[in-house]
């Protein structure tokens, strides 16, 4: 099935710039903040640098902030396929639980989509909000949560809160640091930070080089090296406590990617579906290896 262009985000990839000009831009690093980066290549006519310190990879010039917001917002954005919605429910009760134990139970979560993560922590006996202006956060408010409808910028909590989740936020911001900044304001003492985001620094983003899917301008406007997340974490204020790599690689994720190489026949389906099962191996090990497609990070306010 052919897929028009941009409608799968991170796939069509344009040439780099032919004239070799292509120069960093004054945008410092969005992580460690030096302003030493060199040119990578460009992807959705977005002009890529890697910082020359930490190694994360970001879109320099930044794209209009209208255009970013304008793509959050579009309604199918976090669209998810049926098949990987248990994936993403058994995901967000190991997220609640390990918020839990570290002691949240006021918890705001930004950027909570249909509200996975709202309903596991909800669960488990966690007090708990969202924040996010699209309107897939509806349906988490149709199931009685409370849902502040704004970007971040705009919003001032009556009341500190003892846990912020960011769960695969951080790479869409167009300043990170100042991002956290504005919501580490929001935070009592020795509050939880927990978040996840694409690590530029696993297996996946090594081999795939420039078609690494979730090198997605202007929705991802950076990808953390390992480096480069605990640097901007640091000067951020905050602690890490644990530290993890995850690939959101299950059977289905992946039979879905072998299924668009075999195409429709009636044998693409079963051998997509057994290749699915053997290729969450590799993946699994890999994350053991802290290689995976992203990280996964807790950490405490100084
Ligand atoms: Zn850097």
Redesign the pocket.
Known sequence: MSVPRGSERGVAIDNDDPSGQMRASARP?P????TSSRPAFVVHGHPHVR?T????LFVSPLPDPDRVRATYLQPDYHETADASIPRMRSEARARARRCLELGARRILEVGCGPGHFLDAARELGASIEGLDPARTATAAADRGHLIHAIWLEQFAPPELYDCLALWEVLEHLPDPAASLAIMREWLCDSAVLALSTPSISGAPARILGRRFPMISPPDHLELFSQR?LR?LLERAGFTVVSWSSFSNLDAATLARGVGRFLGSSAIARPVARIAGAIGTIPARLLDRAGLGTSFEVYARKR
């Open positions: 690093c992580a460690c903040g030096v910082c310190v930490c190694t994360t480069g640097t």
